[in-house]
């Protein structure tokens, strides 16, 4: 056999085994990134919709934010303006967590309509920029 | 020191900075408008005194865009808080070296910063490149041209730092907390010098196309620039890692966030590019191939900076949405329209002059590692755009965290490590079985040896063993490459071995440069091992309560919590929280970390508080203590301990990297005719040399 036909066999063999690990790590990893309202649309549409883990990315409700330093636990709400949901979170908090903050957690909505987080990320809108005020 | 009555009067008088930086941004657009045209129509018409016009607009630009530069650094040293610029990223306690790192620290002086630093490039290639290259030159000016003109132009009509408020604030909002760290003065214009640098061999690729002169000239014209602008890219993205590390308090170093992958994304195919280049000069392959990897390492790079702008992906570290992302879309689209075309009509001309022959050969190795690095960018780019992509073909978002990046991307990084050893001992053409036992048998009986080894003292870490093994295989492979080389010229010149060390790499530094690189990417990858050891623990603890840790050498590590204390520095205000550490029945000493808040000259708190983790860094592993504050105010205090095995190792493979970069490149300024002639003789004896002992076998 020819070399540069060897050699394509090769490169088809790595181009296939590069898209079986990237297949594979979506269909292991990939997770729905959903609003507040759309993960409460979802829900109804689909109850079981529950068990399959989400990451919401939402904005902290001001003045909702509880912190228990004893037990680690953070309860707080979120919001995208049309729904809002309360979220318990049990960890250290980003620095940028704060009030009026958008957040992204990752974890399932309970029966009782809390979300149990398992990850918290904040992003802080003055984190480079200077919120458009003045 | 001014005040808040005399800020009003101030600004009046300092007016004419920024109308001056105003007045110079638009003659930046004028001149690169001319450059643009001229260079084309001067380069397609021949016409000299054209051509003479194109090239000095590349030092037109870099005189006018300091001159901007300048104001907006006067505006920041003067504190001129009706610049809302100045208003928005600096203060008047600000240190003075944070309140000029402040140019870049925003998106729109970033902008301006992007620009400054491509005129310095475009200036510096036409100043340095040989006289034989100037067939290119009219068009690598007007590349660099239209790139700057994109940049002004995103500046004056997109963010323009040089706009003002219709008040004048007593003071300024301040530099976010995180970004006040030695390492973030250094890292984006680290990551700014990598990426903006691809412009310029980037330029003579185009410049090759549009003259249809694609023999080797535009890739010796390009060497060292390639090489530059990978190093500034390389030292930017660790420098980014060891700021998060140190800054972001979580423990890691790198989150796969679509800033870093897009920093990572050039990276990639830049070093691809680099691998491959050799091929296209020793054996006149991969023509296409390189033309297109230069094309997209550029496209990357602009892509790079236009995620970061433009909010599209929502990412921790991404600048507030603004009209800037279109901008750069329209910027992005137009360009690749060009680009294929223009690769469509030379392609004809890029045609291979030679075939692979063998696939246990150089070529084929090099091959399959530029095969493997685009597959790893196109993986990266893939998880980085998911978001977006299932959103357009499902409706609904789906997103990829680190586990997907790292179950594609630690075995197709590991293979790429195997063939950093294997590649540069293969020879070209067609390896003999002499010639491959002659190379492998002893690094490929070491690294068995390095495994088993490890696997009896009870590494059980299958991807961890791998990098490990490999990567005592590359060490005896570049070893055994410097031993020979050493102890050939020992006998054949009767040098001692010091003098025949040097020698050996003075005079063939590219080869042995690009060893010691390897060498470096080993130690990161030693590095990047030790992260499958990470250990982690959280625990509240009153005074005198102590909590221990096991590490994954076998370490009993114990922590005290000694008390908090709180006090007042420079611009913030400081919790600090202190611990004990000993490390079996040795005492370490007593780890501090902080939870700062800094306020502003009226003593008001700016922005949320900043961690500040407590690191103590040795060969073997870190101890990362992060305060997250105490009970109900009392000295109970919940801390994250870390340990971090071998993170040590990734900030000194970047160093080493740097090392073996520089020998590459050395001496400095252009290629001379000399050194190109005796670099070519010498790849020539080699390639001889290689051919003989194969035929030999």
Redesign the interface.
């Known amino acids: 056999m020819r070399?540069?036909s060897?050699?394509a066999m090769?490169?088809v063999l790595?181009?296939v085994?590069?898209g079986y690990?990237?297949a594979?790590?979506?269909k292991?990893?990939?997770?729905?990134?959903?609003t507040p309202a759309?993960l409460a649309e979802k829900v109804q549409a689909d109850a079981s919709f529950r068990d399959v883990g989400v990451?919401m990315?939402a904005r902290v409700v001001t003045g909702s934010i509880e912190?228990d330093?004893?037990s680690?636990t953070i309860t707080f709400e979120v919001t995208d303006g049309m729904k809002t949901y309360p979220v318990v979170y049990r960890?250290?908090a980003?620095?940028?967590?704060?009030d009026d903050a958008?957040v992204?957690v990752e974890g399932r909505l309970m029966a009782d309509g809390t979300f149990r987080a398992t990850t918290l990320?904040?992003?802080?809108?003055?984190?480079?920029?200077?919120?458009?005020t003045? | 020191m001014p005040n808040a009555d005399h800020a009003t009067k101030q600004s009046l008088r300092l007016e004419p900075v920024t109308i001056l930086g105003q007045l110079a941004l638009w003659l930046a657009l004028l001149v690169a408008v001319w450059g643009s045209v001229v260079g084309i129509v001067g380069g397609v018409q021949g016409r000299a005194e054209l051509i003479q016009s194109a090239r000095r607009t590349a030092y037109a630009l870099l005189g006018i865009i300091s001159v901007a530069s300048a104001c907006l650094v006067v505006a920041l040293l003067r504190h001129d808080f009706n610049v809302?610029y100045v208003?928005?990223?600096t203060s008047r306690n600000l240190p003075t070296p944070y309140v000029i790192s402040a140019f870049y620290?925003?998106?729109s002086g970033s902008l301006l910063f992007w620009a400054l630093i491509l005129a310095i490039f475009a200036a510096a290639a036409q100043w340095l490149t040989p006289r034989r290259y100037d067939y290119l030159m009219p068009y690598v000016a007007a590349v660099t041209s239209m790139v700057t003109l994109f940049f002004v132009a995103v500046v004056l009509f997109a963010s323009n730092p040089f706009e003002r408020?219709p008040f004048t604030?007593p003071d300024g909002?301040g530099l976010?907390p995180?970004?006040q760290n030695p390492g973030m003065v250094i890292h984006p214009p680290m990551l700014y010098l990598g990426y903006v640098s691809i412009t310029v061999p980037f330029a003579f690729a185009v410049a090759a196309l549009i003259t249809r002169r694609l023999d080797t000239g535009w890739l010796h014209a390009i060497r060292r620039w390639t090489i530059v602008s990978w190093v500034f890219l390389s030292i930017g993205i660790t420098l980014g890692m060891w700021w998060a590390y140190v800054e972001?308090?979580?423990g890691g170093y790198w989150a796969w966030d679509p800033v870093e992958n897009a920093s990572f994304l050039p990276w990639l195919t830049m070093t691809a590019f680099l691998h491959s280049v050799m091929i296209q000069e020793k054996r006149g392959m991969l023509k296409r191939w390189n033309m297109i990897l230069i094309v997209m390492s550029f496209m990357l790079a602009i892509f790079g900076t236009f995620i970061t702008r433009s909010g599209i992906i929502?990412?921790?570290?991404?600048?507030?949405q603004s009209s800037v992302g279109y901008f750069f879309l329209v910027f992005l689209v137009v360009s690749a329209v060009a680009l294929i075309w223009l690769l469509w009509t030379r392609f004809p001309y890029l045609k291979a002059e030679s075939?692979?022959?063998?696939?246990v050969?150089r070529e084929?190795s090099f091959?399959?590692n530029n095969?493997?690095l685009v597959?790893?960018s196109?993986?990266v780019l893939?998880?980085t755009m998911?978001?977006i992509l299932?959103e357009l073909v499902r409706g609904?978002?789906?997103?990829?965290?680190p586990?997907?990046?790292n179950?594609?991307n630690i075995?197709?990084g590991l293979a790429l490590l195997a063939l950093t050893g294997i590649g540069p001992l293969i020879a070209w053409r067609k390896a003999s079985p002499s010639n491959l036992k002659r190379q492998f048998a002893s690094p490929v009986v070491s690294a068995l040896i390095v495994g088993a080894a490890l696997y009896v003292l009870g590494l059980r870490d299958f991807y961890a063993g791998v990098a490990f093994t490999l990567g005592a295989f590359v060490v005896v492979t570049v070893g055994q490459e410097f031993v020979r080389g050493v102890g050939a010229r020992h006998r054949l010149h009767g040098e001692n071995y010091a003098l025949a060390f040097a020698r050996l790499v003075g005079r063939n530094r590219r080869r042995y440069g690009g060893y010691i690189v390897h060498l470096g990417v080993v130690v990161y990858f030693v590095g990047f091992a030790g992260a499958a050891f990470k250990k982690e623990m959280?625990a509240?603890l009153k005074p005198g309560e102590s909590v221990t840790m096991r590490s994954a050498f076998g370490y009993e590590y114990t922590f005290t919590h000694i008390g908090v204390s709180q006090y007042e520095q420079l611009n913030r205000f400081v919790s600090a929280a202190s611990v004990d550490v000993s490390r079996g029945d040795e005492r370490l000493g007593i780890m501090t970390s902080e939870k700062r808040q800094y306020w502003d000259s009226f003593q008001q708190p700016t922005?949320?508080?900043?961690?500040e983790a407590a690191i103590r860094s040795d060969i073997r592993e870190d101890i990362y203590i992060?305060f997250?504050?105490?009970?109900?105010g009392t000295e109970?205090a919940?801390y994250?301990f870390t340990l971090n095995p071998l993170v040590w190792w990734i900030w000194y493979g970047g160093v080493v990297l740097v090392i073996g970069a520089v020998v590459t490149m050395w001496p400095g300024g252009g290629p001379t005719r000399a050194s190109l002639r005796r670099a070519m003789v010498g790849y020539q004896v080699k390639l001889v040399d290689e051919t003989v002992t194969a035929d030999a076998g």
Not at chain 2, 355 to 359: A, D, I, N, P, T
Not at chain 2, 607 to 611: E, H, L, R, S, V
């Open positions: 070399a540069s060897k050699f090769g490169a790595i181009t085994s590069v690990l990237m594979s790590g979506i292991d990893t990939g997770v729905y990134f959903v759309e990451r990315g912190r330093v004893a680690q960890g250290l980003p620095d940028t967590f704060t958008d992204v990320l904040a992003k802080c809108g003055s984190r480079y920029e200077a919120e458009p003045a | 809302q208003w928005s990223y620290g925003g998106q408020l604030p909002n976010n995180q970004l972001l308090g979580w929502s990412s921790v570290h991404s600048f507030a075939q692979l022959e063998s696939m050969s084929a091959l399959f095969l493997l597959g790893m196109f993986s893939w998880g998911f978001p299932s609904t978002q789906v997103t990829v965290g586990p997907f990046f179950q594609v075995p197709i959280e509240s922005f949320q508080p900043a961690t992060v997250a504050g105490s009970v109900d109970e919940v994250r």
